[in-house]
């Protein structure tokens, strides 16, 4: 049996030492800068992780290195984060969106993408199930 080497790959989006209060606090939308330091207190409360800027836009909590089964390549990524975008709130929260169709079910109005989740504003979804899902990720990542 041949076994795959790891190759660690340098991914553009890197941790940063730029201020995370600053960059909301730089976010024009009043809704979205409200919501993105409410989503701070959360992700922080739940992770029990200092945030830090990764790239100009991104903050996340924790950090972890991800290794494809297929390819073998490894990332150094977040495990949970989110980033104020113009069209909406984007969270990163890897999870199977197939594995935790219930709870998106019951979450409110959102989209989703691959190990992303895409909310206009917390008014439109619960909050009991948006806790629910990051404390998922949050230990979904820490077992990979």
Same mark, same amino acid.
């Given at each position: #049996?041949?076994?795959? /080497?790891? /190759?660690?790959?340098? +991914?553009?989006?890197?941790?940063?030492?730029?201020?995370? *209060?600053?960059?909301?606090?730089?976010?024009? %939308?009043?809704?979205?800068?409200?919501?993105?330091? *409410?989503?701070?207190? @959360? #992700?922080?409360?739940?992770?029990?992780?200092?945030?830090? #800027?990764?790239?100009?836009?991104?903050? =996340?909590?924790?950090?972890?290195?991800?290794?494809?089964?297929?390819? =073998?390549?490894?990332? %150094?990524?977040?495990? +949970? =984060?989110?980033?104020?975008?113009?069209?909406?709130?984007?969270?990163?929260? #890897?999870? %199977?969106?197939?594995?935790?169709?219930?709870? @998106?079910?019951?979450? &409110?109005?959102? !989209?989703?993408?691959? &190990?992303?989740?895409?909310?206009?504003?917390?008014?439109? *979804? %619960?909050?009991?199930?948006? !806790?629910?899902? +990051?404390?998922?990720?949050?230990? !979904?990542?820490?077992?990979?």
């Amino acid at each position: #049996m041949v076994t795959k /080497k790891s /190759k660690l790959v340098e +991914i553009k989006t890197k941790q940063t030492s730029d201020s995370v *209060v600053d960059f909301i606090n730089s976010v024009n %939308d009043v809704q979205k800068r409200n919501d993105s330091f *409410v989503l701070l207190e @959360l #992700m922080k409360s739940l992770s029990k992780e200092e945030p830090k #800027m990764w790239g100009k836009s991104l903050i =996340g909590f924790g950090n972890k290195r991800y290794k494809s089964p297929k390819t =073998g390549r490894e990332v %150094d990524w977040l495990l +949970i =984060g989110f980033s104020p975008r113009k069209a909406n709130l984007s969270l990163y929260l #890897m999870l %199977d969106i197939k594995a935790i169709g219930e709870d @998106l079910k019951k979450l &409110g109005k959102h !989209k989703t993408g691959v &190990g992303c989740l895409y909310i206009s504003n917390l008014e439109d *979804v %619960d909050l009991k199930v948006l !806790k629910r899902l +990051i404390r998922e990720a949050l230990i !979904k990542g820490k077992r990979q």
